[in-house]
């Protein structure tokens, strides 16, 4: 599936933070309902804009975003750029595909690929 299809960012809607076309739900928003254990009835149900193609290009989205992560910190790895702790800083956030830049989960910032992870 092309999760570019549904999912795109926009600096003016919620930040920058990736969100499925039309809307101003985030891939944050919609994997949290389902972390929380709703079914893919009651997201549609309760959010009557979303497909089901679209909720499926969400699960593409962060499998991509996941995996560009796990790379990342491997590189960062074998270079002796990370610390233990510091790679616990970056469970917060997340490298969008679409921008090519890691934005916070949990906070309103955005870092550009290269700049040090820094802060708590």
Known sequence: ?????????????????????GTRL?????????AEGWTEQQVTESYPTLSAPAIQA???????CLIGLTH???I???????AVREIKLFSN????????RMYSTHRC?????????SGE
């Open 109 to 117: 910032c955005l870092l550009r690929p290269g700049n040090a992870v």
């Open 58 to 64: 969400v699960f593409a989205f962060a499998a991509e």
């Open 1 to 21: 599936m092309d999760w570019r299809t549904y999912i795109h960012s926009d600096p003016k809607i919620l930040l920058g933070k990736p969100i499925v076309k």
């Open 72 to 74: 990342t910190l491997r």
């Open 76 to 82: 960062l790895g074998a270079l002796g750029v990370l």
């Open 26 to 34: 985030s891939v944050e928003f919609i994997l949290g309902l389902f």
């Open 93 to 100: 956030f997340c490298v969008s595909p679409i921008s090519k």
